[in-house]
């Protein structure tokens, strides 16, 4: 078997255990609750433990990768997520499930800077769109299988499981990444890790995640909230002036002069806002609307991961072939439409209504992502590869962020002005889908900024 496809392989590992850890904790969210006797704003850490990690060490740890090499940053990331995993099935407290999930995000953030880099590195350009469509397959079955496994798993054998069952695959892939991944022909002599960048970095995205995390629940308004923002506006500026001056910065900022590579993240971006805008509502429509139960809701929004899990393979080969930037902006085309359609879904609307509108997301989403993906991943130079993969996850992420603080935004305030009463649900719903669909709107903009030459 040639190396690009063993090398995939072992990637698929670790992005799947990473992919699939963040949605598998969603459903156990009520009986950890219970478990542990706490309130859902406190549980609710266990998750946004997870994502606040990953998003605020993306850049640094993709920088740190293409220093010591992808291999090392790869393996030790698959041995702290199965650690990290251990640890959160025997605490014993919320706080310590917490802590633990900021060594297993830790682990996923090393998975996620390090693992499209080595496909990358590993196949050939004229292949990399269908190297980046395979690694959506995965994304989206992780992303699918996520509550359906942890549903079963918690009512049979109970939350612990969800955790424990990635000790075995954890350890597996460990040692296949160490007996199959190439060593990185680094060129480390004299390289140093830029800190004042990383640490003024951090603490301004990790001020911005939790302003737009706990803005809803604090007020906007508040002292609290207005404070995070300010920390995450003068260290931003200050991170700024440390790289246009540094010798080995965390990130070059010329390369967002690169047409390419600064428009496929801004599309990238405004995409995850608008998608998880649709994955924030859509769970409140379908229960408290149509009455779905949890297990019916649970089938109709596979239809996404479904969609996309098809499609994203067939969109790599051929962005491979045509045009990257049309695959890509048809695609973002697409799911800008389907955002708009669900704004318009009533209480009369059926299964199927419902799960053709998600379809159709997850199409749009499926055409959008590896071609955009493979545009950054072909931007800049290969022994960069590792912040290319950082600037990457660190705008799918910001945007999953963003996304849900908007349209939740959206939807209260527009709640409030139909009349705050029962009947003001479908207006409000209606107005932050149409919100959404804007947002989409601006990235297929965006999108089409880009050189319409095909990436080489």
Same mark, same amino acid.
């Given at each position: ?205 990790? &001020?911005?995640?939790?302003? /737009? %995390? ?7 308004? @508040?002292? +609290?909230?207005? $404070? =995070?923002? #300010? ?77 996309? &899990?098809?499609?994203?393979? /067939? %969109? ?7 045009? @990257?930037? +049309?695959?890509? $902006? =048809?695609? #973002? ?100 889908? #149409? ?22």
């Amino acid at each position: 078997m040639e190396y690009k496809w063993k090398a995939m392989g072992v990637v698929w590992i670790g992005i799947f255990m990473a992919t699939l850890d963040g949605s598998i904790v969603n459903v156990a969210l009520p009986t950890l609750t219970t478990f542990f006797n706490t309130d859902i704003t406190t549980i609710e850490w266990v998750v946004m433990a997870y994502l606040l990690t990953i998003t605020s060490l993306l850049l640094s740890l993709g920088r740190i990768s293409d220093m010591v090499g992808r291999k090392i940053i790869f393996s030790g990331g698959l041995a702290l997520f199965t650690i990290g995993s251990g640890l959160c099935a025997i605490s014993a407290t919320e706080g310590q499930l917490i802590l633990f999930r900021v060594i297993q995000g830790f682990g996923a953030a090393l998975l996620m800077a390090t693992g499209v880099a080595i496909v990358t590195h590993a196949f050939p350009p004229r292949e990399r769109g269908k190297a980046m469509g395979l690694i959506g397959t995965v994304v989206s079955i992780g992303s699918m299988v996520g509550p359906v496994m942890g549903g079963f798993l918690i009512q049979r054998v109970g939350w612990q499981s969800i955790f424990y069952i990635n000790l075995p695959v954890g350890i597996i892939g460990t040692v296949m990444a160490l007996k199959i991944l190439q060593k990185d022909e680094t060129n480390n002599k004299g390289q140093t890790f830029d800190i004042p960048g990383g640490l003024t970095l951090f603490i301004s995205l990790i &001020s911005l995640l939790i302003a /737009l %995390s706990e803005g809803q629940e604090k007020g906007w308004g @508040s002292d +609290f909230i207005i $404070s =995070l923002f #300010i920390s995450s506006i003068v260290f931003f500026i200050i991170f700024v002036r440390i790289e246009t001056t540094a010798k080995q910065p965390v990130l070059d900022l010329g390369h967002f002069k690169n047409r390419q590579f600064a428009a496929a993240n801004i599309s990238a971006l405004i995409s995850f806002m608008a998608m998880f805008s649709v994955i924030l509502l859509m769970p409140f429509y379908l229960q408290d609307e149509l009455g779905y139960s949890t297990e019916k809701m649970g089938f109709v929004f596979m239809a996404v991961p479904l969609v996309m &899990s098809v499609v994203s393979p /067939l %969109s790599g080969w051929l962005s491979d072939r045509t045009n @990257s930037y +049309f695959l890509s $902006s =048809l695609g #973002i085309g697409i799911a800008a439409l389907s955002i708009l359609s669900m704004g318009y879904l009533t209480l009369d609307s059926s299964f199927t209504e419902v799960a053709l509108r998600l379809s159709f997301l997850g199409l749009g989403m499926g055409l959008f992502q590896p071609p955009n993906n493979s545009i950054i991943m072909g931007s800049l130079p290969k022994e960069q590869l590792g912040i290319a993969a950082g600037v990457m996850g660190t705008m799918r992420n910001m945007g999953m962020v963003i996304g849900v603080a908007v349209s939740g935004a959206v939807f209260s305030n527009r709640f409030v002005f139909y009349g705050n009463n029962e009947g003001s649900f479908l207006p409000a719903f209606r107005d932050a889908y #149409i919100v959404s669909a804007i947002i989409c709107g601006i990235a297929v903009l965006v999108s089409l900024v880009r050189s319409k030459s095909k990436i080489e």
